[in-house]
């Protein structure tokens, strides 16, 4: 059974940063492209960042800079951490996997940016 559990959400103060982990099982995890996606109340869901199987990475042009993703193929686990955080990063965070042609999503983790 696939599952992604993503965990590390909270509310941070503008500025602040936190980590996000998605937990992956179910399938082989070295061998998928992980992303990252947000979204926001009443906003459509955006790409954020991608780890591929090949160690490569790529982020929206509204986290470069201040967001890093990563992976551990012996956890199986994909990271996001996100430093300097806006009241704009505020959502749900979700983690993506493709698997071949299967894809996969996580239930979702709260961010809340503000003071």
């Known amino acids: 059974q696939v599952q992604l559990v993503e965990s590390g959400g909270g509310l941070v103060q503008p500025g602040g940063s936190l980590r996000l982990s998605c937990l992956a099982s179910?399938?082989?995890?070295?061998?998928?492209?992980m992303r990252w996606y947000r979204q926001a109340p009443g906003k459509e869901r955006e790409w954020v960042a991608l780890?591929?199987?090949?160690?490569?990475?790529n982020y929206a042009d509204s986290v470069k800079g201040r967001f890093t993703i990563s992976r551990d193929n012996v956890k199986n686990t994909v990271y996001l951490q996100m430093n300097k955080l806006t009241p704009d990063d505020t959502g749900v965070y979700y983690c993506?996997?493709?698997?071949?042609?299967?894809?996969?999503w996580g239930q979702g983790t709260q961010v809340t940016v503000s003071s």
């Open positions: 179910g399938f082989t995890f070295s061998n998928s492209v």
């Open positions: 780890s591929g199987s090949s160690g490569s990475t």
């Open positions: 993506k996997a493709q698997y071949g042609l299967r894809v996969y």
